[in-house]
């Protein structure tokens, strides 16, 4: 009720005031002068209310161009880092599927190794243009895929591991390519001194390929998987 009995002796003192001025300027003749007086008025009342209002538009059309070359960049950085994501999970899915490709490929090779008997090295040559190891088989004739490891013939120590690409029966021979370059120095000049050179190597011989220590489950998903072949081209 207070509230409405201000307002009421507002709106009344308002009006009485404006009719006090119309009456005047009636009585002295300057009706003109009187209209011009509420004009200014409305328009100051209403620049005084609205100003802030008006302030916060014309800013924001200042800013507009600057918020819409913002939006631009963020859009760009969005798809560059959309675009990383995915080729992120593209490589890490190849690298799985790289991982679990070269565990089967162990087993086989190990299963099919410990019923083999580990063939002589008898040459060093090529096979489809990939440097390879020919060993000569005596009874056992070990098939493709079957693996084995290279080793020091004193002392045990392994050079890395190979796998049969082709087996050549008119021959008796099984062409070997090199899948784990444990120690890639030696196996490097193997493949350059094939060009002018194919005697096989001296204090080395294949012995039965073991499984190696599996990685952890994480170190295949998340680390790069290895070169696993020496495919020096001619």
Known sequence: MTDYLKRFWTVAVSLAGIVGLYLGAVQVDLVPAFWI?????????????????????????RNYPRLLERAAR??????????AIEANKEESQAATEAALAEG?????????????????????GKFEGIFVLIAKYEQSRPERQ????????ETGESKGSVEVVHVDESRRSVFLRCVDPQAPE???H????????????????????????????????????KSVGLEIRG
């Open 146 to 153: 079957t693996r084995f490891h290279v080793v020091s013939s």
């Open 104 to 124: 089967r490929a162990q087993m086989i090779g190990a299963l099919l190794s410990s019923t083999a008997e580990p063939p002589t090295i008898s040459v060093l």
């Open 190 to 225: 193997l493949a350059t001194r094939a060009d002018y050179d194919a005697s096989p190597p001296i204090g080395v011989e294949l012995a039965r390929y073991d499984l190696p220590d599996a990685p952890r489950t994480d170190e295949m998903v998340h680390s790069p998987v």
């Open 37 to 61: 007086v509420m004009g200014l008025s409305a328009l100051i009342a209403l620049v005084w209310t609205g100003g802030n209002a008006l302030i916060e538009m014309v800013t924001r059309v």
């Open 74 to 83: 963020l859009q760009t950085e969005v798809e560059a880092l959309s675009g």
């Open 186 to 188: 030696f196996w490097q």
